[in-house]
């Protein structure tokens, strides 16, 4: 419950914005990180890191994780990570705000 409503909060304030709110949303997608990655890693850049897991930042720069690879691994989890049970589309948002965290 608190989830649905966290996200059409997002999309409620995406609308207000005059933003498009279509898949691919890093900005949905760093919200929903927020929600549920947030605990064990570092979401954003200047966020603190853990020994729990690896950084947003980290993972896309120094492991050079794909987009492909991060669709898969949010699809289906495995390991220490637990399963949110993300749909489609929020995975995409969530590999779509990890991409803008890529060094060019």
Partial sequence: MLR???IATVLLAAMAAGQPVL???PVA?????EVWCSSCHAVR???PTSDAA????TIVNVYERS???LWGWLAHPHGAMPNP???????DDIVSYMETLRDS
């Fill in 45 to 47: 850049p200047d966020d």
């Fill in 23 to 25: 898949a691919d949303d």
């Fill in 85 to 91: 049970n993300l749909s489609r589309g929020e995975i």
């Fill in 29 to 33: 997608g760093e919200v929903l990180s």
């Fill in 54 to 57: 690896p950084s947003f930042d």
């Fill in 67 to 69: 987009p492909e690879f």
């Fill in 4 to 6: 649905s409503g966290i």
